[in-house]
């Protein structure tokens, strides 16, 4: 198995794809869910959960980042507000703009190279620029669009890896 963030793969019916493999079809990416076989059909594979990478949300095909954090993370809350200040020290806070309160995580993702390697993949191809869908962890519970401007990765020693990465929530 290649691993390699440019190695990837077309789809083919019948073949046999290990956890993570990158593959692509029609000109979008799919990643593996866990070792399979494939049927004749991709959009077979893909209502079975045998490959993740989209989702369609809001009415919109998105990209859909499956991968699960460690147990520790964190969500930096921000809000954005406007304040108007009047004389003898008083001032009027408003909240800016309707969507003022965004999620802000710094997650963590630990794994093999295989694994590593799926998901800088799934970032690099973002690149900072393409927002995607997310379920967040407890409490939040319900899949929001995310963009990840920055990341980094780590060999922590044979075949493992650490991934850190910054999710910012934009409002859709």
Known sequence: MDNNILSVDTWQAGKFYFKDKILTYNNLFYYVVFDYTSSGSIT???SNGNLSGYIYDKGV????????PNFKFSNKNVPRVKVIQFGDGYAQYVPDGINNLLLNYNFVFEGSLHSTTAVLHFLATRNGTE????????PRGQILRFICQEWSDVQEFYNNYTIE???KQVPV
């Open 44 to 46: 077979t594979d893909i």
């Open 165 to 167: 990465a910054t999710f």
């Open 61 to 68: 095909n998105k990209p859909y980042f499956t991968w699960r």
């Open 131 to 138: 927002s995607f869908c997310f379920l967040p962890p407890a």
